[in-house]
């Protein structure tokens, strides 16, 4: 087996169809479509026995901390195609404008989000809160699903059912011991990815721009209206949209 490091002495051995590594938006929105493209999700939370899909997070709970985003409607197209989009959709209300200022020239340009239809009603731009999006996907998963705790020592592969007939099966090995063996293994682990680094893959290159996300809470309210409003400036861009009567999401 192809090694990324040292793994302890092997303990359990599970087969599954599928293995998904990160449990963050990418990983369990992977996790809800294999499963509605025929993977049956693993039954269980005993660490042992077979299934079909398993959720690898290094850590102990689901990492819900986080800012917020916005959802433009291909993206609730999407979360409609995973069954989570009416979760949420009562919670956040749809904005229709940008106001865009350019802070050098004080130049204000006004934006319109049009919405999208389809059978079951129209689609517009939501924001929400990172949390939200993370527990409503998980809630979709059955228990056993996400396997927590869970960190990388090794992955490799080799031939499925003995060899002869030329298919490979992913194995992942854990420092724990654990060895998971499965016929698709999909990396969501991240910019530092360990799925993409045994891939071969190239390391990320730097964009040369940095960001930082925030909440400000107001528990008695904000009073801001809801559009989505933009500062420009040489070299710099911020940000701000109300997610409820409260909840201000920032960004520069």
Request: aromatic letters at 6%; proline letters at 4%; one cysteine or more.
């Amino acid at each position: 087996m192809g090694d990324m490091g040292g793994g302890g002495e092997t303990k359990d051995v599970i087969d599954v169809e599928a293995v998904v590594v990160g449990a963050g938006i990418a990983g369990l929105a992977t996790a809800l479509a294999l499963r509605r493209a025929g993977f049956a999700a693993r039954d269980g939370g005993d660490g042992g026995g077979g299934g079909g899909v398993v959720v690898l997070e290094r850590h102990a709970e689901l990492r819900a901390t986080g800012a917020a985003l916005t959802v433009f409607p291909n993206g609730w197209f999407a979360l409609r195609a995973l069954g989570v989009a009416h979760k949420l959709t009562p919670r956040y209300h749809p904005y229709e404008t940008s106001v865009v200022t350019n802070l050098e020239s004080g130049a204000t340009q006004v934006f319109r989000f049009g919405g999208h239809k389809s059978r079951s009603g129209e689609v517009r731009v939501r924001p929400v809160h990172r949390r939200a999006l993370l527990e409503a996907m998980a809630e979709e998963l059955p228990p056993g699903t996400i396997r927590f705790s869970s960190r990388l020592a090794s992955i490799g592969t080799e031939p499925a059912g003995g060899g002869g007939g030329g298919e490979e099966l992913a194995v992942v090995g854990l420092d724990d011991g654990t060895v998971i063996r499965s016929r698709v293994l999909v990396g969501c682990d991240g910019v530092h990815s360990a799925v993409a680094r045994w891939l071969g893959m190239a390391e990320p290159a730097s964009s040369g721009r940095s960001c930082v996300r925030g909440l400000a809470v107001y528990p008695g309210g904000h009073g801001v209206r809801k559009e989505l409003r933009q500062f420009l400036s040489h070299g710099l861009r911020a940000g701000m949209v109300p997610i409820s009567d409260t909840d201000i999401y920032w960004t520069i």
